[in-house]
């Protein structure tokens, strides 16, 4: 090809390329009033390198217009030329304004936009902070109680139990996503004094709707839930989640981390928690009465007549914050099915927001008073019909809380009088034996003689009519008393932020020096009443040491030196407790000896316990059958002697 050719079809190509580009800007323009579809064809090949080609959306007139929800976009416009359910040809724009009529998927951030409003509700009780952000309590006041530091300040400032941090709300589903009203506003639609509604704003249509009514008088808020345009069908996907973060409200926060807990119960059983040691979680298995979210003296219980249903999503979840967090006590969360069978129904609830007082608790006939520690068992039995019943009435005397203390202790002492007769009875008549008894054991030195000097001793024994034992029994009786005043007096809330000589709150401990540095397993203080506690046990173990029986047997421990040490651990481990339940075993102590005192100096004569003790050894009393528990010791007596007689 020449040179003459090329250059011609360079001026037919470009002749061609000019002409096509001035044909295609002159192109009409489609009539808006037409009703069928328009599509870009540039937009239309890009869209199908894309996304897969949808089917040509059903055209809707604009009387139907009325009765559909707009999509919107991200930038709250209507969307226009992109596939939809339903679409709506605009005569004013010319373009398709796609409409729905069923819920599409929303971001929540795009339903959030109107100015916070806080509406507070109140009783004599609590204070109760309403928000339409989410339509949540966003913080509760209790009105009789203040925390630590207020209380250490004088400063009239109700407790608060938690914060805006705190949330909770309704999971439901838009499309094949899930969405949770807490992050939606709401519309006070109803306010009273002493009630709130609100309603919340969603543009699909959906709506979530809660009230909130308090009595008077009560700790307790009313709390129901109602829905708006959800179908049976939406209830698979309903959920109320909880993630609470209670505020520390006490003097010492690792006590408070300690005893905080979620508790629950069944409504087919009986109550139990989650641990308190460290992070917990927990698939509930059952339908759940309530569960509560407790911290040292204060919880956030919330309560279900008909019961939450378990389901593969309901649990509890327990997390512990970081040591450099002193603001909060733990995170509580859980994941809670409503029990929803008509959508159509209100979900009746209930919210406590208040003091762990048993009593309190009590009225509301669910067992959520078993919260309040009072230990396990025979313990808490002694506690909640004895004991604690007792110290509320010396209370209620106006007495104060450190002389209830000392009444309450003079009284269990003094009904304890016969036992403690007993046991130094006993120790007494021990004593009186103590020259045979070392006779015996020069008698028998070699170890291998071990099980011949046991038996001679439990014939000494026969022979006088002492029984080792005879200073146990009572020991083992007062025992459930001791323990149950260990469980009593921390969870007492009545001792809380009462003064008492230099305590001024016995419900935490008592501090006379701050060291300004940590002692490992003791801390950074020094508590009065501990030391004043074992310091009286080590006084009282000294007296009690002569009366006490050395082993006679090879490989048993002497108990004299282990009684010396306990009082030494007891510093370590009650420097951090309860000022009230460390004065209480000071004072029980220092009763114990007096009266030790009192029944050594006037009712019992040494002179007639060993008389009596000689008496008996010049007429033994008649054997009485042997025991099985006799008969297996003898036994196990024989059985060793002859694995001794193997060895040699």
């Known amino acids: 090809m020449d040179k003459r050719s090329v250059i011609g079809l360079l001026i037919i190509g470009a002749i061609l390329f000019i002409f096509s580009y001035f044909n295609a800007s002159n192109a009409p323009k489609q009539d808006p009033t037409n009703k069928t579809e328009k599509v870009d064809s540039t937009k239309k090949n890009t869209d199908s390198l894309t996304k897969p080609i949808q089917p040509a959306a059903p055209i809707v007139q604009a009387p139907e217009k009325a009765k559909l929800v707009p999509v919107l976009n991200e930038d709250s416009t209507q969307v226009t030329n992109e596939a939809g359910l339903l679409k709506f040809n605009d005569p004013a724009t010319g373009l398709d304004t796609f409409l729905t009529a069923a819920p599409v998927v929303e971001t929540t951030k795009r339903s959030i936009y109107k100015a916070e409003e806080i509406v507070r509700i109140e009783n004599d009780k609590i204070a109760v902070d309403i928000s339409s952000k989410g339509g949540r309590i966003i913080s509760v006041f209790l009105k009789e109680y203040k925390t630590y530091d207020a209380f250490l300040n004088k400063k009239e400032e109700p407790l608060q139990l938690f914060d805006r941090k705190s949330t909770y709300g309704i999971d439901f589903a838009e499309g094949d996503k899930t969405f949770n009203s807490a992050r939606y506003d709401f519309d006070f639609v109803n306010k009273t004094a002493n009630s709130v509604t609100v309603e919340m704003i969603n543009p699909t249509g959906k709506k979530i709707g809660f009230t909130y009514k308090l009595k008077p008088a009560k700790y307790d808020v009313d709390f129901g839930i109602y829905f708006r345009n959800f179908t049976d069908a939406d209830t698979s996907s309903i959920a109320l989640t909880t993630d609470f ?249 009545s001792l809380r932020q009462k003064s008492f000589w230099w305590a001024e709150d016995l419900s935490t401990y008592d501090s006379i020096l701050q060291l300004g540095f940590n002692i490992p397993f003791y801390g950074d203080h020094i508590s009065l009443f501990t030391l004043l506690m074992a310091g009286t046990t080590l006084w009282y173990t000294h007296q009690n040491s002569s009366n006490m029986q050395q082993p006679t047997m090879e490989g048993m421990p002497n108990m004299k030196y282990i009684m010396y040490i306990f009082p030494f651990l007891m510093i370590f481990f009650f420097n951090s407790f309860s000022a009230g339940l460390s004065y209480y075993y000071f004072i029980s102590t220092l009763m114990t000896i007096a009266i030790m005192w009192a029944i050594k100096r006037f009712m019992l004569d040494e002179a007639k316990i060993i008389a009596k003790v000689e008496a008996n050894r010049a007429n033994p009393p008649k054997k009485k059958a042997k025991s099985k528990f006799q008969m297996k010791l003898e036994e196990a007596q024989r059985l060793q002697q002859e694995r001794q007689k193997g060895k040699k």
Do not use: H
């Not at 019961?307 to 997390?319: H, P, T």
């Not at 030195?445 to 009572?474: F, N, W």
């Open 245 to 493: 973060r209670l505020l520390s409200t006490e003097k010492y926060l690792p006590a408070e981390k300690q005893i905080a807990t979620i508790f629950y119960k069944y409504k087919e059983d009986s109550y139990d928690y989650l641990s308190t040691g460290g992070d917990d979680e927990l698939k509930l298995e059952q339908t759940t009465e309530w569960v509560a979210f407790k911290q040292s003296y204060f919880s956030a219980i919330l309560m279900n007549k008909a019961g939450f249903k378990a389901d593969e999503k309901s649990e509890l979840v327990l997390k512990n914050f970081g040591e450099n967090d002193t603001t909060y006590i733990k995170n509580y969360q859980a994941n809670l099915d409503l029990g929803i069978t008509n959508i159509k129904n209100t979900v009746e609830l209930q919210w406590y927001f208040g003091p762990n007082d048993y009593s309190e608790l009590a009225t509301y006939n669910n067992g959520s008073e078993d919260i309040v520690d009072l230990g396990w068992g025979l313990f808490r039995w002694i506690n909640v019909y004895g004991l604690r019943p007792i110290f509320g009435w010396l209370m209620n005397w106006g007495v104060g809380a450190g002389m209830a203390i000392f009444l309450l202790t003079l009284l269990v002492k003094l009904l304890l009088s016969p036992v403690n007769y007993k046991m130094y009875k006993s120790s007494a008549m021990m004593k009186v034996l103590r020259p045979e008894i070392e006779k015996i054991g020069k008698k028998f030195p070699k170890k291998e003689d071990a099980l011949k000097k046991q038996q001679e001793t439990m014939a000494l024994y026969r022979e006088t009519g002492v029984s080792p034992l005879a200073g146990c029994i009572p020991m083992l009786i007062q025992m459930p008393i001791l323990f149950a005043i260990f469980r009593l007096f921390p969870a007492e809330l």
